[in-house]
């Protein structure tokens, strides 16, 4: 993971923010990219964000699915510039229930 992610990865563990890179960055609650809400946890679940944008967003994406693992919950179809990801939780889990 290069060193940017990392350091924000790690603030985002601890709930405080880092803003190291203007392409990833965190508030504590979300890890953003370039705008983008990429990573959020909601009701206890970790949504990682995995809608394309740019190629920097992908590997973003990538080192954040790599270090978390089978603890992230996959989402995609999220507009570019979305600031939270409850909207998209909650139509996946409608999905999921008609299913």
Request: with cysteine.
């Amino acid at each position: 993971m290069r060193k940017n992610c990392e350091e924000v990865v790690r603030a985002w563990e601890r709930g405080k923010e880092c803003h190291k890179a203007s392409s990833i960055w965190t508030d504590g609650e979300r890890i953003m990219s370039y705008g983008t809400c990429i990573l959020q946890n909601v009701g206890g679940r970790l949504y990682l964000n995995r809608t394309r944008y740019s190629v920097t967003t992908t590997v973003h994406q990538n080192a954040l699915a790599a270090y978390f693992g089978d603890r992230v919950i996959e989402i995609d179809g999220v507009p570019l510039g979305t600031r939270y990801l409850d909207r998209y939780v909650e139509d996946r889990e409608a999905d999921e229930a008609v299913a």
